[in-house]
């Protein structure tokens, strides 16, 4: 068993306990629930950077990446420097991060939030709503089509947009829907975390241009972004490139002004 299995197999469970322990009810009744989203699909058509900058703590590759950071002084500082959006990430185990990460954001910053977990179920797409996100990650990897389907049209339904990430031409064919905004390609095979700029070039060609074309995992220069470019990308997420720093929020500011 692969590490997604395993963190597919905990993410089920945890929506079942969590479901028993917080009511729908209670998820509607926050005061972000019923706030309009910012689009990030917009913010990266009409951006010459594209940067989607990232909080995360950890990764099952990275056992600790920063954890001296406050969520506020992270996000604050990546708006502060130009990014088109942030993703927080919300997986506690794996990850270290929490939804608390994602409110926390929202109080902080007036640009579009990427809620990044594993999704595999309506009742996180709610969460991330009530928690203010403006977009939710949909993992083509662990989704069957009709999953996607069904999850992706009912994130549109609550005015969420929809980023579906995929590693392979067999992802993305069963993944393109009408119901998606954004295809991220993930530049880290999750099976074996090796990391190529190719997975992106290789399947550029194949994503219809409505959606809007994202980059994701192993970009840490400002050459790989100026490679991935005429590829027809649009949006780059780099995550450990600046929480691996001291001041994650200048090496955004310094890694933007060079673009």
């Given at each position: 068993m692969n590490i997604l299995d395993r963190i597919i197999i905990d993410k089920r469970r945890e929506v079942i306990l969590k479901k028993s322990i917080i009511p729908v009810s209670q998820l509607e009744?926050?005061?972000?629930?019923?706030?309009?989203?910012?689009?990030?699909?917009?913010?990266?058509?009409?951006?010459?950077?594209?940067?989607?900058?990232?909080?995360?703590?950890?990764?099952?590759?990275?056992?600790?990446?920063?954890?001296?950071?406050?969520?506020?002084?992270?996000?604050?500082?990546?708006?502060?420097?130009?990014?088109?959006?942030?993703?927080?990430?919300?997986?506690?185990?794996?990850?270290?991060?929490?939804l608390d990460d994602l409110l926390l954001a929202r109080a902080t910053v007036n640009i579009p939030l990427l809620r990044k977990e594993f999704i595999v179920d309506e009742y996180q797409i709610l969460e991330a709503k009530a928690h203010g996100a403006d977009l939710i990650l949909l993992i083509a990897a662990v989704l069957t089509r009709d999953e996607i389907k069904s999850l992706s049209a009912f994130a549109k339904s609550l005015g969420l947009e929809v980023l579906l990430e995929v590693h392979n031409q067999e992802e993305l064919e069963k993944s393109i829907m009408p119901t998606l905004d954004m295809i991220g390609v993930n530049n880290r095979n999750l099976k074996t975390f090796e990391v190529s700029l190719d997975f992106s070039k290789q399947l550029a060609d194949q994503i219809p241009n409505e959606f809007v074309k994202v980059s994701e995992s192993g970009i840490s220069s400002v050459e790989a972004i100026n490679e991935l470019k005429p590829f027809g990308y649009k949006g780059f997420l780099i995550g450990e490139n600046f929480m691996k720093t001291d001041n994650a929020g200048k090496a955004a500011t310094e890694f933007i002004s060079q673009l």
């Open positions: 009744a926050s005061i972000f629930f019923g706030k309009e989203t910012i689009s990030l699909s917009q913010n990266l058509r009409n951006s010459t950077s594209g940067i989607i900058a990232e909080h995360k703590r950890r990764s099952p590759s990275k056992a600790e990446i920063n954890y001296g950071f406050t969520v506020e002084e992270v996000t604050k500082g990546y708006e502060t420097a130009g990014a088109c959006g942030i993703s927080v990430l919300t997986d506690g185990k794996y990850f270290g991060g929490s």
